[in-house]
């Protein structure tokens, strides 16, 4: 069964903060990650896609370890507009699972 | 930047009626996507589309589910008769293919509400 665990948060921090949360995937043959931000009854949309060397895109960066089988977002100097559902979403190869596995969201309230 | 829409943005049907909802996916894109999102929990992969015909499905996509691509520009799904645990948020999405087409694009979402 395919599973990726986030901690639901809420993580409560102030603005200017910097903030980190993970996700761990279940299925050792996952090699698509991403990072989904999701605004209250919103449509997902794409944060950043995590790749294995990590990447850093502004504020945020993402890094993958696959020993451990958990990908990160890090988000620094944070600001009243990332107050949102953060995604973390997965995709097994071609051949298996077409579709995303989606974490349930860690919610994160940036605080004035 | 192209979008992918979504109607309607919201239907209340009684239980046991039939649904449909619609997507317009990006217009170059070749995998096409439904997701569902019940008030308060995680996205779930309902179903895959390419070339025509249904890639995977989820436990979800029972026989109550269909999809549909009649015109090559609208990508339906078809709930054939309702139950109150159809009440969600159901999200088309559509990729393309090549570099960089790993990326899916997600509408603004249809929510189904069912009494």
């Known amino acids: 069964r395919k599973e990726v665990e986030q901690d639901p948060g809420p993580f409560n921090v102030p603005e200017g903060a910097t903030v980190a949360f993970n996700c761990t995937y279940s299925?050792?043959?996952?090699?698509?990650f991403f990072w989904y931000r999701q605004d209250c009854r919103k449509e997902p949309k794409l944060l950043m896609s995590?790749?294995?060397s990590g990447n850093e895109d502004g504020r945020f960066t993402a890094q993958l370890n696959r020993a451990s089988q958990y990908i990160s977002l890090l988000i620094r100097d944070s600001k009243l507009s990332d107050s949102a559902t953060y995604l973390c979403?997965?995709?097994?190869?071609?051949?298996?699972?077409?579709?995303?596995?989606f974490g349930k969201g860690t919610h994160l309230i940036i605080q004035p | 930047e192209p979008e992918v829409t979504q109607t309607p943005s919201h239907q209340v049907t009684q239980m046991g009626q039939e649904v449909i909802l619609r997507c317009v996916p990006i217009?170059?894109?070749?995998?096409f996507y439904w997701y569902r999102q019940i008030l308060g929990q995680k996205v779930e992969f309902l179903v895959s589309?390419?070339?025509?015909?249904?890639?995977?499905k989820s436990e979800i996509f029972d026989d109550q589910f269909s999809v549909e691509r009649p015109d090559g520009s609208n990508f339906t799904l078809k709930i054939r008769s309702t139950k109150l645990e159809d009440s969600a948020m159901y999200f088309c999405?559509?990729?393309?293919?090549?570099?960089?087409?790993?990326?899916?694009?997600f509408g603004a979402g249809s929510r189904l509400t069912v009494l």
């Open positions: 999405a559509s990729r393309g293919q090549g570099p960089g087409a790993n990326v899916l694009t």
């Open positions: 299925n050792s043959a996952s090699q698509s």
């Open positions: 995590v790749y294995s």
């Open positions: 979403v997965v995709r097994e190869p071609g051949g298996g699972a077409d579709g995303l596995t």
């Open positions: 217009s170059n894109h070749l995998y």
């Open positions: 589309f390419y070339n025509n015909e249904i890639s995977e």
